[in-house]
């Protein structure tokens, strides 16, 4: 087993070294200037677009703030808090600096992807919509290998990064109060209640759960950060130094040099917002809209609300409270949810309980967020009547994956993750004319609505 594991965290640090990162880069500044600098442009409008619009007269299968909702049930995780306190612990500080122009970058990729998603959907034989990376490679690059590449990852990646390893991570996060089989039954049952409805029970699901969870780890760490706010400067002032210099050995902390800055901070942006593997838009395509463009904003928009904002109070939290670089009773360097969680507690009396409800929470999104895009890869493969096994089977890995030990587990699930990324680059890249030429159709759009009502930015 201790060969299988060295094994694939070789093969998981070839896939997201230089080569994937570099390309995730690559073609985020690539779309970002080709589609002059959208994000910066029309990231209020967007926002407001995400909190506001309604098309309910427009095809789709559900509204554009439940296909944002379910796409962030997805993107906030975990990750937002023990992967970011993680990227910090090994990266530095700077790894925040790093996150964040990522993030920025990947806004453009993600607006690209849901105006693909958008625009090359189609109606499948139980009359929902269908969209995604897999449906514009085969219908926009006529890549048909690609889509099935695609597919075949993402509903692997699904049914492991967004199943067994959340399973596990919440039953780890309350180790002690429940017992592992308990939490993984429970957590069956209330997923297999959500997914059995299809996309609009996922909607309605993502749509109260997201927005709560979110609001209440927000206002904790907000409270946090201004119960020490004297140390917010310096935090600052540590990350955009160590951006740019790395981090020297101070307690426990190991030292981080510029590369890992970086490295820990560009693939913590692709880990929490998703920009790049291509999952999002497959909820865009759900959405109903009227014009490709105005879901490819709102779609845009989650990305800052989760890499700019869920991800900087967990990274800045951490920064303030003075723990990061210590060590833990067992002599070990603190990290990961040990970290969150000890950062919170140090401020807050009850601040251990908020990282904990959070966690369960966010891999609670997570798990309902992934299901159905695994679901949708499942059937593009094998047909619709294929949808309601992969939901039994889905269900039911809960259980095992809070049960077992998954190691290896993360290593395998972000080389598949990888596997995803791959071809939805090369298809973004391949396709940027038709996201081009859409976008300034749209622009004539805004255009003519503003000198209509003057209600558009």
């Known amino acids: 087993m201790k060969a299988v594991e060295i094994w694939l965290s070789k093969i998981e640090t070839w896939i997201w070294g230089a080569p994937l990162l570099s390309l995730l880069i690559i073609v985020g500044l690539y779309l970002t200037i080709a589609l002059r600098w959208i994000q910066f442009r ?63 970058i990947g ?74 089989l308990w939490v993984g039954i429970i957590l069956s049952a209330a997923t297999g209640l959500a997914l059995f409805g299809g996309i609009k029970s996922i909607g309605k699901v993502a749509s109260w759960l997201v927005p709560g969870m979110a609001i209440f780890y927000i206002l904790g760490g907000l409270i946090l950060i201004a119960l020490r706010i004297e140390a917010l400067p310096h935090a ?4 955009f130094r160590q951006a740019f210099s790395g981090q020297a050995i101070v307690g426990g902390f190991a030292g981080s040099t510029l590369m890992m800055a970086i490295q820990f901070g560009v693939s913590r942006s692709v880990f929490s917002n998703e920009a790049g ?22 779609s845009m928009s989650g990305v800052f609300l989760t890499s700019i904002v869920v991800c900087s109070i967990s ?7 003075g723990l990061l670089g210590q060590t833990g009773p067992d002599g070990l360097l603190l990290n990961g949810s040990l970290l969150a969680m000890g950062a919170f507690q140090q401020v807050l009396p009850f601040g251990s309980f908020v990282v904990i409800l959070s966690l369960i929470l966010f891999g609670y999104s997570t798990i309902i967020g992934w299901a159905f895009y695994g679901e949708k890869c499942t059937a593009y ?20 994956g809070a049960i077992l030990s998954l190691q290896s587990v993360w290593s395998f699930a972000n080389i598949m993750n990888g596997f995803m990324a791959f071809p939805n680059l090369i298809g973004l890249l391949g396709l940027s004319a038709i996201v081009i030429a859409e976008t300034r159709e749209f622009e004539k759009l805004l255009r003519f609505e503003r000198s209509s009502t003057k209600g558009i930015p």
């Open 315 to 321: 990274a800045l939290a951490i920064a303030v409270s």
């Open 42 to 104: 029309y990231l209020f409008y967007s926002l407001k677009l995400a909190f506001t619009r309604q098309d309910e007269k427009s095809q789709g299968d559900i509204s554009q703030f439940q296909s944002l909702m379910t796409a962030l049930a997805g993107m906030i995780g975990i990750g937002s808090i023990t992967g970011v306190a993680t990227a910090i612990a090994m990266g530095g500080l700077g790894a925040v600096f790093w996150m964040w122009v990522a993030s920025l």
């Open 381 to 400: 493969l094998f047909g619709t009547s294929s949808v309601r096994w992969y939901r039994l089977l889905f269900s039911a890995a809960l259980i095992p």
């Open 236 to 239: 600052f002032g540590e990350i």
């Open 277 to 298: 593997l291509g999952t999002a838009p497959i909820a865009a395509a759900a959405a109903k809209t009227d014009v490709p463009g105005r879901q490819a904003l709102i």
């Open 107 to 180: 806004m453009a990729t993600k607006y690209a992807e849901a105006i693909l998603a958008v625009k090359y959907r189609d109606v499948d034989e139980r009359g929902e919509m269908r969209g995604g990376p897999m449906i514009y490679l085969e219908k926009g690059l006529k890549s048909k290998g690609l889509a099935v590449f695609f597919s075949f990852a993402g509903a692997i990646t699904a049914l492991v990064t967004g199943n067994m390893v959340q399973a596990n991570s919440i039953a780890a996060a309350v180790q002690g109060w429940i017992d592992p």
